[in-house]
């Protein structure tokens, strides 16, 4: 059975980091893409990073470049987002996904951040 | 980017009732594109991908079409387990990008 499970979210103020990490389990972690999606309370849902499986290249949307680092641990099955300069805007639900072909085909539980003074 | 919009954002329904959620896109995406639900707890459910595909274990009532920039997510004959929020989201190109969002609630 996959699994995705997310931990690391919590409350920090703005202007400082937080690492979130992701394990998974149940399928070959290094032969798929993953990525993170964020959904921020009572609004749709928004990609947040994408990381390949075979390079390690990444990908990020306009709201985050340069503020998060997505990366993974093959040899832990782990997924690791690393944001920095937190703004309120960032508040969200963050999940874990694995990719299938574009398709977001399993999600974690999603973990709370929250950005507050 | 390509934009997503779907509708209506809210459908009142009632038990066995037949819903049609519609998702249309700035550009053609040549049919990739994807359907989940996500419950009042959060959890989030991928149902159908490529169009009309469905994920493993989703029940036959759900079914997806379309072609070019208009798609839709049908439910045949709504149980209780179905009223919950529905996004569609384009993997046609870069970035993913999702619909706003559609509640299906009971009537």
């Known amino acids: 059975e996959v699994q995705l499970v997310e931990t690391g979210g919590g409350l920090v103020q703005p202007g400082r980091s937080l690492k979130l990490s992701c394990v998974a389990s149940g399928f070959t972690f290094n032969n798929y893409w993953m990525s993170w999606t964020r959904q921020a309370p009572g609004k749709g849902l928004e990609w947040v990073a994408s990381?390949?499986?075979?390079?390690?290249?990444?990908y990020y949307p306009d709201s985050v470049k340069g503020r998060f680092t997505i990366s993974r641990d093959n040899a832990q099955n782990t997924l690791y987002l690393q944001m920095n300069s937190l703004k309120s805007e960032d508040t969200a639900t963050y999940y874990c996904t694995r990719v299938n072909s574009g398709y977001f085909d399993y999600w974690g539980q999603g973990v709370l951040v929250t950005v507050s003074s | 980017d390509i934009q997503m919009t779907q509708s209506p954002s809210s459908l009142p329904a009632s038990l066995g009732e037949r819903v049609t959620i519609s998702c249309r896109a700035s550009q053609g995406i040549n049919n990739n594109l994807n359907w989940y639900q996500q419950k009042p707890d959060g959890t989030i459910k991928p149902l159908i991908y490529y169009t009309s595909n469905l994920q493993s274990g989703v029940p036959s009532r759900f079914s997806g079409s379309g072609s070019g920039t208009d798609y839709s997510l049908t439910i045949s004959s709504l149980e209780p387990e179905d009223f919950a929020m529905y996004y569609c989201q384009q993997d046609a190109s870069f970035p993913p990008t999702f619909g706003g969002g559609t509640k299906l609630e009971l009537k």
């Open positions: 990381i390949t499986n075979s390079d390690g290249s990444t």
